[in-house]
């Protein structure tokens, strides 16, 4: 079974610190993505990586940026946080193809809370 | 972009009974996915209908696609205590590389009653 790997269950910051949220999949897939999840919105994208270095933004990625140094991990970086991006962070990894079906593999979230 | 959205937002019902949710999109799609989260969980990918499909099963799940009206339905028979979870619908949607990324819908939280 596909495993994605989200550093931390749980996480308390300051406003203003940068923050790194570290994301691990054992599977080889190309696909990673950091997903933002609110309550009464949903999931909303804020960036994704389709191959080692290489990104695209998704739909809220102001105040974000993303790294993809290996094909394993995708960090998202928080450049100086900020009380409302205290939220429920969530990573999935996919092969290519969503047009095709493929799915999306998720890990278990980081819930970060910005004092 | 493209928003799907699940209705009801809310569903209780009793252990046994059927539990019937419904999705709604906007734009064309190749292929429309379902997925369930359980509380403090991340999402689960449940059941996949294609474009060319109008229902699926899969176990107590079916899934029906209406495309002339960007909906689907998912519907779990049988209830149990263990199917209290959110549920979600997925559709692809274009980027800059292919079709590459899915956008959900703002979910339905179900709780089944003992």
């Known amino acids: 079974d596909v495993k994605v790997t989200q550093s931390s269950r749980y996480l308390v910051k300051r406003t203003g610190e940068k923050v790194f949220l570290e994301c691990v999949q054992d599977m080889d897939h190309e696909n990673m993505f950091w997903y933002r999840q609110d309550p009464g919105l949903g999931l909303r994208l804020i960036y994704f990586s389709y191959d080692v270095k290489m990104k695209e933004k998704g739909d809220i990625p102001e105040g974000y940026s993303v790294s993809r140094e290996k094909k394993e991990r995708f960090s998202l970086i928080l450049e100086s946080a900020s009380t409302n991006q205290t939220s429920m962070y969530l990573c999935?990894?996919?092969?290519?193809?969503?047009?095709?079906?493929?799915?999306?593999?998720f890990g278990d979230g980081t819930r970060l809370s910005i004092l | 972009s493209q928003q799907g959205e699940e209705d009801p937002q809310a569903l209780s019902i009793q252990e046994g009974e059927n539990a019937t949710m419904n999705c709604s999109y906007k734009t064309s799609i190749n292929n429309l996915q379902w997925y369930r989260q359980n509380s403090g969980r991340g999402l689960v990918h449940l059941i996949l209908i294609r474009s060319n499909e109008r229902e699926k099963h899969s176990g107590r799940l079916r899934v029906t696609l209406d495309t002339s009206k960007k909906s689907s339905s998912l519907l779990i028979t049988a209830s149990r205590a263990a199917d209290t979870a959110s549920y979600f619908c997925a559709t692809d949607a274009e980027s800059n590389f292919g079709n590459e990324k899915l956008t959900f819908g703002t979910g339905t939280r179900l709780t089944i009653i003992p």
């Open positions: 999935a990894s996919s092969l290519p193809g969503q047009s095709l079906g493929q799915p999306q593999h």
